[in-house]
């Protein structure tokens, strides 16, 4: 009992200081400036995500749960709160690329002195506190995907593209390029955490749904499809689109995924390593719901069904499932039967943002290690495309 | 099988008859004024949905498929098509308005000029046609609902409140107010419509899904419930709400149901029969999703899922289920397993509307004869609140 | 003195009477739907119209001048009150299309109800009141010529394009259409209202400018030398237009005077007798401050100023001075010096306003009879474009 | 003549290098991320007016009039071109804090490479050459008063408040507070820039305008008078403001000028030395047009007209007319009679900003050494506050 213990133990300090870590590094290739900027209400600042994650550490560990700790600047929690009502009032979103006090540097110094209580503090944790030490890990590695996609934008921004680093994470082709169906005979299935490892609220309870027969796709589509799909006029055709997104892609003009540019009749996007052609057999990336939609229907198909993506995750080897790019689903963000918002303040976590939002399974290029599971669920809105997300197609059979 | 025939050629007649008679009879109290104004975008003016309704028979069936049909004024598509893009462009939604010309007289004159038109052929016309009829029928029916719901909104934004007409529809209370849990087992239960009646493209096809235990509320949620809502501070609570509809709440100002208006201390609201007082044991009307929803937080409840309220609509009675009050539930508006959209131009009907709205089930005291049924799928966004929109609440067990 | 005092009598009455006819006249050609629908919140319907100039009399003079006048509906205060603060609280400018009732007829009524009331009391008011009156008719006959520019709008919105009568008037053609300068010498000169006549507060006090040496155009600009003018790329030449000017075009697109379309090469405009061909030798109409500035500076060129203008009109005989078109001024709407406003309610008439607008001298074809003179200053902002505005050049010699 | 000429070479060799030198002196309180963050449109980061300045020597200098100069870098011309359509295309104003790179060290090195290759030119640059020196010198004025103004509005918007520096610029108080009246008889006078000293293109021709008699007020309004103005609730009464700037005043929720908050029932203010106390005989700073014309209003004056201030400066020492506020006249931004716009890209200096702005007169504690004299001509949008811009009174005598 011990052991296991130890063991346990050993695991959450590793698991913390990866993840701590990580975030460092992440955000190593980026000035002051390039930090503190924000370019989009969507997006936050780099130096925001480092604050934010330490904030979490301090707000709901370290403060509640270790006497005598002292809070590092008591005027920063107003400032990097992200939306937590139970933690009182916060910066408007809008608002954080003005904050360029406190600097890089406080911030990263904040970041010691909240890793070094940790540390101290961590074995002689309640068990409590040490759950929500976990869920503070998985919620930083959130936002390092975050802070990657947002510096990414901030760049496509910048006439002059500039880049994030050369060796920086991209969606990668597979080798063979044969689209083909990977066929599911449907029927009860089981959805959701199965209870053994780490998971939001969100992903539980695992449930029962019924599937009818069904097939997806073999491996996501690719650039080079998704070119077809404009040549043929795809963003020219409104009955292959939603209503609502027929009006986005109207107002916004939108005639290729997010980053694509036309030169010399070539197509360009923006990447981490700056602007790059596009790669024929990578997947396409950057396009949101309306567009994976409408594709979906020009290919005389449909998107994946959340419980059928989960489904097959679990049963069968397909290509890109994780590590490419987030899927698209036809599932809107909903509870699952019985679902119920952890207790206190990070209860509002993932439960309040159930409106509007469709869910994204699988994992991308920009995810950090140890954050890809078949359960996880992803949601954004259907025009958000920053993000690395792309389509498999699915079909009935 | 003659004689079935005949008795089928009867029925549609006599729906196509009753139908075209009872919009007439809806826009009766209006002046050429009332008929034409449009108060906001997601509303029509009276007249446009006399005329749209017209727009529909004489596009879909007349024009098609009756030789020799006499098109009444062919500068009148563009005004009257709605969203259907494979018929054609159209005016902007939110200019309807402006369309003093043609005036009611000439909508009532080109009315009469369809409905000979279709009397006349209506034996003669092929299956398809005929199904078109029947569909027409069936969409002018929720015409007639927005018909009423237009002008409530209109004569709200008038400061003299005018009454649109005394005996006019109202959420009836129940006799006995006790509220009470109805409870159902769950399981694989089937739902969507069974294939004898008429029934929408996305209320098909019939299939199963699985429910967990639950039980729903034996009545409405009333406005004497509400009104402790608002007087327990629900709409000044953060934590009872979703991201996006404190979002609303706060950016709107809002602070009761639409048309509630506090005078004196006592609640009134705005009715077909002018502004009234709230009566504490009718249901509450006029509220939006997200205020459905943090209502039901507040009351330790939720919202039904859609196959639970139709599941327990097929098999057991309870209150005012329909002709009250439509119920939002927690279910997004999307394609059922296997749906597919009707063919041609009509088949813009519904699917491309499945995004960012959530269903709404049963029917409203506005909803006219013949309208309703369980597997019947109304939506809505969110934030709109001009129907006679309600709450019953739900809980597991 | 007795008969003057009834010379001065007899002119108020018949200005009085032969006013509020006009109103009734230009009203006559609309059905109750025209009369009440706003195309725009700078418009207003024609109905609005009849009943804000009634409520003027009634507020201003019956109510606080005659004992005993029983207003028609203490309700409809709140209804037709503009923008005079101190007369208490008033519908939003924008919804002033959602007052489907009173009806046009009810509205009818009310005028014959305060003429009758104003036609009995005349004789025995104070000259204060008096004075009010003489005001209120002035003020009629702007909204005179609004009521007719507003339905313009309105009817230009229509597909349909309908027309308001056929007799209609437009900005009429000068027999020789060459295009001469005619001196001033500058020097000291005094502009503003002499004192005999009626003016509205902002043409007081008269008062002396300095000029120098000007020449103003012989008449306006014609409509085929605005179309070379666009030939020429005007609407496309960014150094020829102010700034916040070029910021309009490109956000709203403007490529033509309102009203003006291009079918099948040819330019057509809207008019109050329906969409006509674009008359070349008429002077153009419906362009902005924006515009004009920009055709002047492009013709080589500049916008009279307003002292210039008047000067030369108290002195020397131009084409087009008035009832063709507004000619705007490159004077921005300011007080005189020693301006003071009229004293109440109505002191809120004119001065309030002298923020971001332009003057505007001469008249229109929509101006009624006897609303004319060389010190009237009419007003409106740079973008705005849906009065009779036109051109006259003036340059610098 | 040839020392005349070396004389004046040597003046502007010294201004040139004063005024690049001051530029630097006023960045370097502020870190990288400082210098790149844009708290608003109408601000731009301190890192683009270091840019833009030096882009207006390279274009209109170096490049068409230094042979053999190797422009720094080709992309930079589209960053930081500000809106001179003559010199192309360029970043939208609104998307300045986007610009990470180049870094502040990166566009520090430019102003090296431009200022070492401008001090190599100048004494050979022909004179039309050396007038473009002298006006970017005067331009880059401009940008070091903007350059403050825009620190301090972001620093405004950090919930921190952080001090720029803290011997930092501040409107300061004369000693004796008592307000008194200075007259001018009125006549024929003449402004305008009288030709010795250097003028934009806005400041002439000299020439006559007839002034009637006026006073003008012996000092700025002071904190302390501006605070009794709010507490006789002249932001509460619509009939003290015009128009458009009660409709300001409401939809933005005016209270009080820009910055001012009230803590524990004292003001307080933003100040580049951090958040203090509102000093009550300082000059009120930070207000817009429309609170200076309330306030004048509820004072029983009004705001001079701009001839007024200048003949009242040409001739008598009032207290505060430069160094401590900008001063709000009455008179729109407009083209003197004979007015022409410089030559080539320049003349777009001004000329196109001359509609919708207010002239303010005198100069400000942000204002550089040099940089102020009677007829200067500033000017602002009524709406405008981030500028130390005050009130003068003014009346007719």
């Known amino acids: 009992m011990a052991s296991r213990t130890v063991s346990a133990h050993g695991a959450l300090r590793r698991l913390f200081s990866e993840t701590r870590q990580?975030?460092?590094a992440r955000a190593a290739p980026l000035s002051d400036a390039d930090a503190s900027a924000q370019s989009m209400p969507d997006a936050s600042p780099a130096k925001w995500h480092l604050a934010h994650t330490t904030w979490f550490f301090e707000t709901f560990v370290l403060t509640p749960h270790v006497p005598g700790y002292r809070v590092f600047d008591p005027e920063?929690?107003?400032?990097?709160?992200s939306y937590y009502e139970a933690a009182g009032p916060r910066l408007c979103r809008d608002r954080r690329g003005l904050l360029t006090r406190p600097t890089l540097a406080e911030?990263?110094?904040w970041r010691t002195h909240v890793d070094t209580a940790l540390d101290r503090a961590l074995d002689d944790l309640p068990e409590a506190a040490r759950a929500l030490v976990r869920l503070g890990c998985h919620h930083e590695q959130q936002h390092q995907e975050l802070l990657l996609t947002d510096i990414l934008h901030l760049f496509s921004e910048n006439p002059l593209a500039p880049a994030y680093a050369e060796g920086a994470p991209f969606p990668a082709a597979v080798p063979r390029a044969a689209h083909d169906w990977a066929p599911h005979p449907g029927g009860i299935v089981a959805i959701g955490n199965a209870g053994k490892d780490f998971a939001f609220d969100c992903e539980t309870p695992r449930h029962e749904v019924r599937l009818y027969p069904f097939a997806l796709g073999s491996r996501l589509v690719t650039n080079a499809e998704w070119a077809a799909f404009i040549d043929d006029g795809g963003y020219r055709t409104p009955t292959l689109w939603l209503?609502?997104?027929w009006a986005w892609r109207t107002r916004d003009d939108v005639t290729a995924p997010l980053y694509w540019r036309?030169?010399?009749?070539?197509w360009t996007t923006m990447t981490l390593a700056g602007r790059r052609p596009v790669a024929p057999a990578a997947p396409v990336a950057h396009i949101g719901y309306f567009e994976a939609d409408a594709f979906a229907r020009w290919a005389g198909a449909r998107l994946p069904r959340e419980s059928e993506w989960e489904a097959m995750a679990e049963n069968t080897a397909l290509s890109q499932m994780f590590g490419a790019c987030w899927q698209w689903t036809e599932s809107a963000y909903a509870a699952y039967p019985g679902f119920r918002p952890a207790a206190g303040a990070v209860g509002e976590y993932n439960g309040k943002f159930?409106?509007?939002q469709f869910v994204l399974k699988g994992s991308s290029c920009a995810t950090p290690?140890?954050?890809?599971r078949a359960a996880y669920r992803n949601f954004f809105y259907p025009h958000q495309r920053w993000q690395f997300t792309g389509v498999r197609l699915a079909k009935d059979i």
Chains 1, 2, 3, 4 share one sequence.
């Not at 036309?262 to 070539?266: A, I, K, L, S, V």
């Not at 290690?369 to 890809?372: E, M, V």
């Open 107 to 109: 911030i990263l110094a």
């Open 369 to 372: 290690p140890g954050h890809s």
């Open 354 to 356: 159930m409106c509007g």
């Open 243 to 245: 209503s609502d997104g």
């Open 76 to 81: 920063w929690g107003f400032l990097f709160n």
């Open 262 to 266: 036309r030169e010399d009749g070539d």
């Open 22 to 24: 990580h975030s460092r």
